[in-house]
């Protein structure tokens, strides 16, 4: 595969530029029976797309999805689902200044050295604007992993350097950040004023929590759950890190400290994040990500062009100046993606198997 | 495919149980023209193999591998590789204390609930002992990434609480720790002595370089080279986090900080760990991994049974207090895996592209 | 893969259904910098597309494609590149008459056991109308082998009970049928003429021929260039043989007679029709598929519908009375996406391979 | 994937040449609780075997397979399942007289031009030796299979010039040829020792069965039933040419002549060989396959070598001299494991598909 198809059994492929005409994508093997329309979509398209407060991007795009195919009388087909956004607000601005040189920490250098050609405007095929693709597939797995009695739910845990706990799934969707307390907003909110104002810009954590897995699902010992969800979100575009349960937290804990002990009540802890030996327990999935801080700042930097020679970059435009800020339904998506491709990779293999020993859940 | 096979074009697929008679693996997509003896599998072989100091399980296993096929005469035909290593010490101990119960943080609960039926006998398929097989299959992409000019090194960057900054590789192979510093090897030692006395284990962390990368490796917008790089190495066992370069470190940091500024003698920094839009930069490639404490330690634990009765486990047996201090060579396969897979993705639609911007290295 | 999607490096996916608002693909995998515009693609769309006379069906379709996506200024960029043809002569007549039963020899029974659900207009995603993709696809790998020196054609070599040589390549363009000897057009007609009176239809037999390709396409022992050409041109709807060079011939032909001995000056024969152990051996690949006659006829049929009751089927409706004319161009793009794909596969692996040993052309 | 691999979710990598020291396999997707052992995967092993009569090679090979993982108490497990055969009479005869030049129609040319290197010794990688493995993983799958009620059975349709109608299955073991007409068999033994006595080799065509495949088995529109069966059955050394059901004899069939219709007690014909739309339709799955003539034969023969001077060949040594009589079961191998795999991957996403249409059998 050519890199841009994601999964084994429910695949999601794209295409599509930041600046191009379109973006599109085909998902291939969702089961047919499921009721699906633009609007099951449209929510969590609405949920990533930019212009919604003064802390995202100010370009205007209504990301409104079309169905292409695959859904017959408002029902699955069980054949492939064609997907298309028209990009409306490509605006018409001079990229003549950064064609031939490199933004620092961005993708512009290495495109260079792999196509030798590529499509400057707003990034082209770097832009974080392709994963629109990735909220609009991901949706039609979480409406069939509901029907499985299987939740994905994200919110931000830590904007740059204040760590958010959890207080309440009620108020994630309640404000701009997915901020899980609403007492964290307003100093949210001044933070990235101020940020905006220092001409710069700081990274995020994301957390991500699947409730109703079942156990079972993940096929070491390379296909582990865990290990495709790493993949999966460090994919998108920013992340530089991904941890599964305690994480990197792990690292100083002692095993009589780790381990989640099993009673017939259930888990005593879930220090596994879910997943054992590669394999879902039944207990909550949680992974957490780290996003890098946007490189589109104004503030000038270092860079070189083409040819080799000094330069200094300012990059203007409509930019997020905290990208983790989007980025809940975007990871929320690629959690979702992996899921549903190990429910069904789990059902082919498996359909036979009857335990009785019950699932526990976590006390 | 199924789970245990790893790769686009170089890939690697292996079987093979704790104690079931061997563990094999086929190694398809080595280019030609290699010299490749089992000496060059046996070196890390030996690097991971247990019992080489008190401060890992003592099961002897020579882990002596044997060249099925894809070699002739000493050099690779291009046709798959096949790798036999026979289970020596597989003791015949008795298992059934274990055949009925879940040990806590052990792939026992998931596999009964995935497989219904289980090989209990040291954990099966979940054992790291199927690692054997990713370093053997790994040391034949290093061999090969040599020619290529790229070097693939590990070392153990934190031991439970205790952080070792990196000081020299000329220490790495010289302590059964692959510490960086041998003035931190004693601190080590002390620290995994009383661990032993405690009964109980620790966590670690490893740190992987890849110098002579060349820019343009990895395949957006999901195969991206540290996507990859995270799905490889969190399916080794007992990882539970995976970082590029600075990480989770850089949700914190802002954008003036964090982006690696380019001069036309190199770039300035190196936060992204070699990695920009999914794609080698020239950079070295750093990652990092966290491990979990070994879950088999002779503290007791509470648990279940198959029939869902409360039990107290003890895991008895020879085991490694911290699977940390074996996981370099492993963590290096992956990285070597998934290096060698992209350089041969990279060339099949890269084989035109010439650019003549300079390749940056980092100052 | 959930199978839409088309080859290891060089991808296709496609979605679409007959009757839906439009067909979508997208390809992976191309290499950068090949110019490349929608005429490039309209050539052999207008060569496959319907209505061009009377001997196919009346349907109106301009098959006008867009490139959403994958080529800037005029190049390809190596990122995937989307494309979109809508339908326009969807004719909105009442399909309640087959809804609820099953066409012979149509696949309106298997889909209905296998989906469940299907949108039964025109055949929905089981109509030929879904190959105008494949040909769109095709048409690109066309265009990238053409810089290899690789060039695909077919032609009709039988329609139903008429032979017909090949006599020249000049002929094949100027008639409907692709009939590579002018003087069996009119015969070709007159067949087809009665056959629309006699309310009744029939199979044909294509040939294709790729001249150029180098030695060493096609990866065994699984993936071998002829088992990946018949993988391919199976696909293709109604078709129901396909043989590489003497193919079926092969059953009588003594090993003296079949084997294609080697001379300085070249091969002697081409019974292997290019390829040997699965590679190709810089000879002509040659390759000859059936199909079958057209399902949908006026001619009343025997059926049953979806609750097992005996049922007279008519096929009304617009259709080919032989797929077989239409299908030459479906079957080159074919060949083309096999050829493509394993020209980036065979790079991959042997970039390295350098031999002195003379390239054997055909005598 | 690297050629190496066949299937998507039962899987079957192998390795090994024709007189290295083994062949290896590894099976993956299998699903667990299985019951298997060595004897299962023998008996087809043994019907494949060489000199088990005077009209194949005289080469004595047990093919002893000894199985690695994967099986635990007799019962699969869902992990992996290694195979190992070793090779025990690989005669350490002189290969220097063909290691530098090309035997005509053998892959000699060809993998010399694509790797650059190659194992000459029998073939190497080439050879028919690796089918071994094919046929122990099919008798793996067709095990499975059975408990599915799905049993495929294949028989020689023609030797050479003598067609061979079928008569009955109870025939086709009790002789060399599996001939299922037992008053052909002195014709045919007649006609092979005359070939041998003119030094010479003849091609041959089998006849491939499934019944009891339950209707829906087969993922359009790339990977149709029918697709993946003519890439298996291709894949087999010697195959020119595959057929579905009536094959290239629909070329010349009309449209109310092949199409199979349907009444409630079932269907009135198989042209269709049991596949729809790339979907099986109940029906019995029938395909046809056609093998050249051994190349290997004493006769000799014009060709080349390394340097491009002109040599005359002779194969001497063991061979058969019509591959044709031992392929039947390699041919029931490779259709086992394409419905194996389609078994799968049906049961993945159309888990919930409840049709009350009957399914019909052949009248």
Redesign the interface.
Known sequence: ??????G????V?????SH???????V??????LPLTTADLQYDLDRRKPGTSRHTTQRQEPDEV?I???V?EG????????L?IRNTDQKSKDYSAIKDL?R????D???????????YRGG???SAR?TAMRVAAGAIAKKYLATQGIRIRGYMS?L??IEIPFKTWDSVEQNAFFCPDPDKVPELEAYMDQ?RR?Q??????ITLVADGVP??L???????L??????????V?A??????????A???????????????EGF?SN???G????????QPVVAHL??????S?T?P????D?????VDVITKGRHDPCV?IRATPIAEAMMALVLMDHV?????????????????GQL
């Open positions: 595969m050519s890199g841009n198809t994601f084994t059994l429910f695949t492929t794209t295409a599509g530029e191009g005409p379109a973006l599109v994508a085909i291939d093997g969702c089961p047919p029976g079309e292409l195919s695959g017959f029902i699955t087909t069980g054949t492939p689902i064609g298309l490199f620092p920490a961005h993708a250098y290495t495109y260079h050295h792999k196509y030798g050609v590529r499509d082209g095929r770097s392709e830590q740059g350097p940020l220092d710069d810009s700081v990274g995020a954590r156990p079972g993940g096929e070491p010992i390379f296909d582990r865990d290990a495709e969800l790493a993949y999966a979100l460090m994919s575009n992340v530089k890190g991904v941890e599964i349960g305690a994480g990197f792990s690292i100083a804990q002692r095993g009589t400290e780790h381990r989640d002990e099993l009673t017939p005593l220090n596994a994040g997943v054992l030996g590669g394999i879902s327990s039944g780290a996003l890098k801080p946007t490189s700042i503030t930097g270092r860079s070189i083409v040819a080799g020679n000094p983790g069904l990779r789990h059902r082919a293999q498996n359909a036979d198997v009857r335990v009785t020993t019950p699932i526990l």
